[in-house]
């Protein structure tokens, strides 16, 4: 089975073509700058690049047929007809009830246009996408695996907020988690590596980058997660706030004398780690001016750290004991001092950190001996949306 996996930003488009037997890439692609007159554009196959150069790409609807010419460009010799594909999947993000892997029905797309307040940058992309491939290819089966698809068996208890009842049983507003495809295959990933029993285990995944969260899996289930309602809440992040008191903002509102939607823009364009730094919103920017005695920015790495320590020490009090934590993204895997802080704190439940394995980034780097054990690894969403993707299409 051949499958395309589409993986779509505000202004970016990246793509995967799989051949499902081996799990192998035969070509993938990736256009930045989406909506301009010269949005770089880079093809490969298998691991070598191409095609790279920059070209005229109005928006995401242009992108789809840039990249499927390529696929059939006699020179290249990856498919003679865009009808070998078998199946196309989306690393979707919101649809309500309808989250899940599911196929990318009429009411499926109707939900994605109903939420696209939760996701303003994201499913207005990914539905232009889908309506182009639907275009091209109209009998092939496309399949949405939406990021809180992961979450959805979490307890109800878990999943509510303390809101007026009705706002949950009208209007879905509940919990409902991102970075999905990140924890499905990390915490697969750790269960594997270190034989744990498939239903008995309990593991923390950090998911820590420009986009951070962390999530709670216990025998096999998902049970928690830092992301809420939508992405902006949990962990603060490169240029999300975090968990805050909802009554700051009329406050806030009435002292500046701005509206809901001003006061929500402040927020995105100066708080986080970019607002709290004064620096920037990458984390190795950060430590850098660290380095230089900036007081900011140690503030901002702080309060980081301590997001990630207080989710996880509710966690595990929420599932009764640790086996393993697992880190990944741009942080989590780089960021050695980082795991080190968060991973002295464990000490109590027999957490022992071997200093050269987590300073060279290895796999495993808690000691033969902790009686937790530390992980670090590299996320693959695109597999998990492929496989989630060749499931849903079997399944039929």
């Not at 290249?76 to 919101?94: N, P, S, V």
């Not at 008191?245 to 500046?256: E, Q, R, T």
């Not at 439940?349 to 495993?364: H, R, S, T, W």
Request: aromatic letters at 8%.
């Amino acid at each position: 089975m051949k499958i395309i996996v589409c993986n779509i930003g505000s202004t970016s488009f990246k793509f995967q073509l799989l051949d499902m037997a081996h799990e192998r890439t035969i070509a993938r692609g990736y256009t930045e700058r989406v909506g301009s007159e010269n949005a770089p554009v880079t093809y490969w196959i298998g691991e070598r690049k191409v095609f790279s150069d920059e070209i005229k790409i109005p928006s995401h609807r242009d992108a789809v047929q840039h990249a499927a010419k390529f696929l059939v460009d006699p020179k290249f010799k990856i498919l003679k007809d865009l009808q070998q594909i078998d199946g196309i999947g989306f690393k979707t993000i919101q649809a309500g009830d309808k989250n899940g892997s599911v196929l990318l029905t009429d009411d499926v797309l109707q939900a994605m246009e109903d939420y696209r307040d939760l996701a303003p940058a994201h499913n207005p992309p990914y539905l232009i996408a889908i309506y182009m491939f639907r275009e091209l290819l109209p009998n092939t089966k496309l399949v949405g695996v939406f990021e809180p698809g992961f979450h959805v068996n979490a307890p109800d208890y878990a999943k509510i907020y303390g809101t007026p009842y009705e706002w949950i049983e009208k209007y879905s507003v509940i919990k409902y988690g991102y970075h999905g495809s990140s924890h499905r295959y990390i915490t697969g990933k750790t269960v594997e590596l270190l034989k744990l029993p498939k239903d008995n285990h309990k593991i923390i995944s950090c998911h820590l980058g420009g986009s951070s969260s962390v999530c709670a899996f216990k025998d096999g289930i998902a049970i928690d997660t830092s992301m809420g309602f939508t992405p902006q809440s949990g962990l603060i992040q490169g240029t999300r706030i975090g968990d805050i008191d909802p009554f700051v903002f009329p406050y806030i509102m009435k002292k500046k004398n701005i509206s809901l939607d001003d006061a929500l823009k402040e927020c995105s364009k100066n708080g986080g780690l970019a607002g709290l730094s004064g620096i920037s919103a990458d984390m190795r920017d950060i430590k850098e001016a660290i380095k230089k005695g900036n007081k900011r920015a140690l503030l901002a790495r702080n309060k980081f750290i301590y997001d990630v320590k207080r989710y996880v020490g509710e966690f595990i009090v929420i599932m009764g004991g640790l086996d393993a934590i697992t880190f990944t993204g741009g942080i989590g895997q780089r960021d050695a001092e980082l795991r080190e802080e968060v991973l002295k704190s464990l000490a109590f439940l027999g957490m022992k950190v071997d200093a050269d394995k987590n300073g060279n980034n290895e796999e495993v780097i808690s000691t033969a001996d902790s009686k937790v054990r530390a992980l670090v690894l590299e996320t693959n969403e695109e597999i998990v949306v492929a496989r989630e993707t060749q499931k849903a299409i079997e399944d039929l």
